[in-house]
């Protein structure tokens, strides 16, 4: 259970709004390798400076000895920075303390003890705490939490100058870096070996890199291999070394051989951990840490049937028969809506002029408003682009049924017909604003239209929870403009969140689409991950 997947879990958790995330909480192009650190932009127009957070906290060394958990906290949060590239002179702390209710000696003894091996980590690493928190509450009754110190390290950093723990590709060594030992068994005298690091990271020489802790090496070699699917050939080095609790220690995969540290191995690009007589395939571990909590938080839903597309190459690139320098685009923001930033920034870095306008409803006087404003930007852009987010909190019942009523206004869809054949206009939604785009039958009708009974919707995810991840789709048809410049068969990778994302239409209706040419892409990947929606 200590080591098992949570993917289930994670995934429930968004983390791609915004448009800032660097790190994906599972990395790899098979998305199993945990990361250890947050790593986001800052929210400024054209940076590349981003936030690096990481903790430090083993629940186990921290009930065993609090001086010893608390020492370990502190440099388990620094050290997973530096493996991802960080500089050690720019990195500060914060901690979080929560023990039980201090009503007797011993119990004061705790966190007295878990302040003291922090303190002692910060005056050998020479960083000082510059905030955070503490609780001596957590008991009740006869209940009590266990001595519990959690060290924040956070810093800054530019992002081209970061790696991602997962392995990136084969014949690349194997190290073991690691600190000095006191005579108490703390690892201590970390500035060589973290300038040492980093210079190597900056160098492009080490690839990938993982920081340690109680569960050792083994266990990081398993969670760099999984994200890739790229195996280890072990040395016959001690059983000790890999399985021994290595606090300040790093697993690194290096391009060339190196002069520091203790050479594990080497990747290939078998999918197995192999060492002497011993080979296990890395599907085969991967299930058996799926299995835990595979009850609890499902990865797997039943698979979907595929539906084949015919694949229609459109040489001739769609003309636009008005000629504009800067075509104009409307985004409107609903209560809710909380993708408009990042849809104004990508049309703006295509070219485009943005007006984004806030959509006024509290009062029958304002929503009159709102819709002359929306009239009006419709007569005078060439695009509609709904954006993504919870409009009206996806009440009542469900997603994107405020923009729909927004739109029912008859007003507005003679605008939007205006838009299309008169203005040579395009329409787009994405996420919520692609729900709507259906609910309002501008998909896959080309017109404002009533519900029809058999009309396509948005469902619900098959795992019946939110999801976000990355997924692969694979363009089917590059007739729209929207896929104009793309070519028939090409995968991207792109990053769905979503609670309702599972397309469906009768099957009569699907016909009619593949038919007509109307699929534009579906979801393709790797077998594990084939439609991580069950949709098409």
């Known amino acids: 259970m200590n080591t098992c997947s949570q993917k289930g879990l994670v995934s429930q958790f968004d983390s791609t709004i915004g448009n800032n995330t660097i790190f994906m909480p599972l990395g790899g192009a098979y998305q199993s390798t945990p990361t250890q650190v947050m790593a986001h932009t800052i929210p400024f127009e054209q940076t590349h400076t981003c936030s690096l957070v990481a903790f430090g906290f083993d629940p186990h060394t921290c009930a065993q000895d609090p001086i010893k958990g608390g020492y370990f906290a502190v440099i388990t949060s620094v050290c997973k920075l530096i493996a991802c590239g960080a500089q050690f002179k720019d990195i500060y702390l914060s901690f979080q303390e929560y023990f039980e209710r201090l009503d007797s000696p011993s119990k004061w003894g705790k966190a007295l003890g878990a302040l003291l091996g922090a303190f002692l980590a910060q005056k050998r690493l020479g960083i ?82 993982y920081a340690l802790g109680r569960k050792g090496a083994a266990q990081a070699i398993l969670q760099m291999s999984l994200g890739n699917q790229i ?11 890999l399985f021994d609790p290595c606090f300040g220690g790093f697993v690194v995969e290096s391009t060339q051989k190196l002069d520091q540290g203790i050479l594990l191995g080497h990747t290939t690009a078998k999918a197995h951990i192999k060492r002497v007589s011993t080979c296990l395939s890395l599907n085969t571990l991967l299930e058996l840490l799926e299995q835990p909590l595979e009850p609890l938080y499902p990865t797997k839903a039943p698979k979907a049937l595929d539906l084949p597309t015919p694949a229609k190459i459109f040489c001739d690139l769609p003309k636009s028969h008005t000629k504009i320098a800067k075509p104009r685009v409307v985004i409107p923001i609903f209560a809710g809506t909380n993708c ?44 509609l682009f709904l954006a993504g987010g919870f409009s009206g909190g996806d009440e009542p019942d469900g997603a ?24 040579d206009g395009l329409i787009g939604g994405i996420c919520n604003g692609f729900q709507a785009l259906l609910k309002t039958g501008l998909l896959p009708f080309g017109r ?48 769905i969140s979503h609670g309702e994302g599972r397309f469906f239409a009768p099957p009569a209706m699907l016909g009619d689409l593949s038919q007509g040419d109307q699929i534009a892409t579906q979801y393709v990947g790797f077998a594990r991950q084939y439609r991580p929606r069950d949709s098409l």
């Not at 195996?231 to 070394?241: A, K, S």
């Not at 995810?461 to 410049?485: E, G, M």
């Open 448 to 495: 404002p239209t009533p519900s029809q009974k058999n009309q396509p919707t948005l469902l619900p995810n098959s795992l019946l929870r939110h999801q976000s991840q990355i997924a692969y789709i694979k363009v089917c048809s590059n007739r729209s403009p929207w896929l104009a410049r793309t070519q028939i068969g090409e995968i991207y990778a792109v990053p």
């Open 400 to 423: 994107a049924k405020m923009i729909k009523a927004f739109f029912s206004n008859l007003s507005l869809q003679e605008a939007i017909l205006e838009l299309l054949k008169h203005q």
């Open 231 to 241: 195996g280890v050939e072990l040395e016959e080095v001690p059983l000790d070394l």
């Open 128 to 209: 000082a705490c510059i905030g955070g928190k503490d609780s001596m509450s957590g008991s009740f009754e006869e209940l009590s939490v266990p001595p519990t110190f959690i060290s924040f390290a956070f810093c800054a950093q530019e992002n081209h100058r970061l790696i991602s723990p997962e392995f990136k590709g084969a014949n690349h060594y194997l190290y073991l870096l690691s600190p000095p030992l006191d005579g108490h068994g703390l690892p201590y005298d970390f500035a060589e070996l973290f300038t040492y690091l980093h210079a190597l990271i900056a160098q492009g020489v080490i690839l990938s890199a």
């Open 340 to 383: 408009e930033i990042d849809t104004q920034k990508a049309f703006e870095r295509a070219g485009a002029l943005v007006r984004s306008l806030v959509i006024n409803t509290l009062t029958p006087q304002l929503s009159a408003e709102s819709i002359l404003a929306m009239r009006q930007a419709l007569r005078q852009s060439q695009i």
